[in-house]
Structure formats: C-alpha cells, structure tokens
C-alpha cells in the first residue's frame, strides 16, 4: 500500500521519520508536448513511476505530492507553459527538502521529468546534504541507467539520434501505457528540427550530446515535437515502464542504505 506525505496525519509522519524511509519526491513541469500530449506529461511520467515504487516498497518509502512547476521559459511561445525562474525552483526544492530533514527524515530521492531540470535539481540536492549533515538525498532522472539506455536502443523504432527527444516516441508511449485516455494520436506528428550535428557531439535525443544548446524551443519545433510520436506504442510504453520502476527502486535501497561520512576541515 502507497504511503502519501500528503494524506497522513502528524503523528503518523513523525513515526514513518523514525524507520529511515526515502521520502521520494517527482518534479516536472507543465509545458508544450505537441499536439497529441498534455502539458503536464512530464509531471504525469515521475509521479508514476514513484506510485508504483511505493507500492512495490510500502514500508522502505514515502511519496511527497509531485513538484508542478519546473524551468522551462524557453517553452513560454507555447501556450499553458509555466515556469519558475531557475533560483526560484532551487529554492522550492530547498524548502521542501529542508522541512523533510527539519521533521527528521534523513533519505530523499527526488526523481525528475523535464531535462532543463537536471541541473537544478542537482544544485539542490548537493545544497540540501552541504546544510543538513545527516541527510542523504539523490536525483536523477528516468531511464538513465546503463541497462535503461541499452533497452531504449533495443527496442525502439524512431531514429537515433533525434526521434526520442520530446513529446517523442519515449514519453508518447509512456503516456499511452500510463495515461491513453489524454493521448490524441491521430494529431502525433513527426519532428525532427534540432540543428544537425557538425561534428561535435551535438544532437539532441534521450542521451543528448554532451554539447549543450537550447534556444527559444519555438525556434526548434513548430508543433512543440522532438522526435517521433507516431511510432509510439502502449507496448513499448509498457517495458519502459517497468524499467524505470525497477531502476528507481534500485536507486532508492542505494539512498537508503547509504551512510554520510565525517566531514574534516583541512585548514
């Protein structure tokens, strides 16, 4: 059974603080994802699969209310798009995590779905362990793992690199396998506009090159596509899902079982 932060009483939450659960926190955003997906596809993904690791996890987690509102100002040409400003969203994280170590929770996995996250939800984990000693918390993102990557390769049909980059055949077939009554596939459309790669590690897809760009995305995309929607699949979400359940339990027992050290002042 999925224990809710949000739906248990006080007395409860102080007893869960003291049986070193992770509190799991999914962030996302709402923004453009085509003309086939919602906007708030990349708040739907993480909670998701967060549910199901609670659920396959009761008494090892705790799952917080998903985190709406990301960094995404280069989606606002687009409309229902909603921002934080990147110190603002820092900052939310911060409160949040802060008010998790203050009540005495000590393990925090914030699983995150939108990419120009990433590095912000990095910055507030690493601050969230510099100010609270004791605590340890982790981020990522989904179907990262080398054993994700390695399925994503095998089984996909869009072409790499460029057809699982956003609103693509990856999240379109996640959201069929989570979500198909708020999929309109008959308006999926394929676009593939990311400036072509020169020779320089530069593309975008689920692993993006390591050299980074990102402009208006109305100068990218017209439809709000990267990738390939239409070869989308409930099957194909359906694995992918699993995997991202079975590797964010595996990333949770390594958050709970992992023990801070002695910080040493070298002056």
């Known amino acids: ?20 659960r992770v509190a799991l926190i999914p962030v996302g955003t709402l923004e453009d994802h085509g003309y086939h997906l919602p906007i708030n596809t990349d708040v739907i993904i993480p909670k998701t699969i967060l549910e199901k690791v609670t659920e396959a996890m009761p008494e090892k987690t705790i799952l917080l209310p998903e985190v709406v509102h990301g960094y995404s100002p280069h989606h606002m040409d687009f409309p229902g798009s909603t921002y934080l400003r990147y110190d603002q969203f820092v900052e939310h994280l911060l ?43 982790m981020n990522s993102f989904y179907l990262t793992s080398p054993e994700s990557l390695k399925l994503i390769q095998q089984i996909r049909k869009s072409d790499y690199p460029g057809g699982m980059g956003h609103a693509c055949e990856l999240e379109t077939s996640l959201m069929l396998a989570i979500r198909p009554d708020l999929v309109k596939m008959d308006k999926a459309v394929k676009e593939i506009d990311y400036p072509k790669d020169i020779g320089a590690d530069f593309y975008m897809d689920w692993a ?52 801070r050290g002695k910080r040493v002042d070298r002056h």
């Open 1 to 20: 059974m999925t224990t809710k932060y949000d739906e248990c009483t006080w007395d409860e939450i102080r007893e869960y603080t003291k049986e070193n």
């Open 95 to 137: 409160s949040i995590t802060s008010a998790l170590a203050h009540h005495g929770f000590t393990k925090m996995y914030i699983l995150n779905g939108h990419g120009s996250n990433e590095s912000l939800c990095t910055i507030a984990q690493q601050e969230t362990n510099r100010r609270n000693k004791d605590v340890v918390c």
């Open 208 to 259: 993006d090159g390591s050299l980074k760009y990102m402009p208006w995305w109305s100068e990218i995309s017209w439809s709000g596509v990267q990738g390939d929607p239409t070869v989308a699949s409930a099957e194909t979400g359906k694995i992918l899902l699993e995997q991202a359940v079975n590797e964010a339990m595996k990333r949770v027992n390594v958050i709970q079982h992992i023990e």
